[in-house]
Antibody
């Protein structure tokens, strides 16, 4: 079965960096686009970034462009999110999610991890 | 950026009744819309994609309709496990976006 397990969350000061990872299993990782979605406490989900199945294309939420970078390691079936210049309003649970369709550049999120909490606070 | 607006914010429904949730896009998104269910402490769960296609394993009491800017999620004969928050999400272009959610609560 499809499994997504996020790691790397924690408490970090504003302006610092954090790298999230998402270890995947149960499907052919290189066949699917992958997303990061975040959810601030008491708020709805907010799409953050997507990377195409082949890693050639990525897209971002405007407020994270230039600060966050999504990447994928085909050899380890792992998705990453490098987060730099973190702000207080980046505080959220960060989910990785697998796209529904294969060989695409991103649509809906069919499978989700359990999330990892990132808290940005001084 | 396309903005998604859901209504109502809260819907009070008795078990066995039906619920109709609305989602409006600020610009036409064709059929590029998904619906998710989220229960407290859990990740969202995909219900519908392509505006009207049920995801794998989703019961037939969940149905989606609409195109362009107006979309509807209908839950017929609500079961106890259906009381949750529902979100719509467009994937017409980047950045993808979610609505603010509709909470379906027990009346």
């Amino acid at each position: 079965q499809v499994q997504l397990v996020e790691s790397g969350g924690g408490v970090v000061q504003p302006g610092r960096s954090l790298r999230l990872s998402c270890t995947t299993s149960g499907f052919i990782f290189s066949d699917y686009a992958m997303h990061w979605v975040r959810q601030a406490p008491g708020k709805g989900p907010e799409w953050v970034a997507v990377i195409g199945y082949d890693g050639k294309n990525d897209n971002y939420l405007d407020s994270v462009k230039g600060r966050f970078t999504i990447s994928r390691d085909k050899s380890k079936n792992t998705l990453h999110l490098q987060m730099n210049s973190l702000r207080v309003d980046d505080t959220a649970v960060y989910y990785c999610a697998r796209d529904k369709g294969n060989y695409g550049s991103g649509t809906v999120m069919a499978f989700w991890g359990q999330g990892t909490l990132v808290t940005v606070s001084s | 950026e396309i903005v998604m607006t859901q209504s109502p914010a809260t819907l009070s429904v008795s078990p066995g009744e039906s619920a109709t949730l609305s989602c409006r896009a600020s610009h036409s998104i064709s059929y590029n819309l998904g619906w998710y269910q989220q229960k407290s402490g859990q990740a969202p769960r995909l219900l519908i994609y392509g505006a009207s296609t049920r995801a794998t394993g989703i019961p037939a009491r969940f149905s989606g309709s609409g195109s362009g800017t107006e979309f509807t999620l209908t839950i017929s004969s609500l079961q106890s496990e259906d009381f949750a928050v529902y979100y719509c999400q467009h994937y017409h272009n980047w950045p993808f976006g979610f609505g603010q959610g509709t909470k379906v609560e027990i009346k």
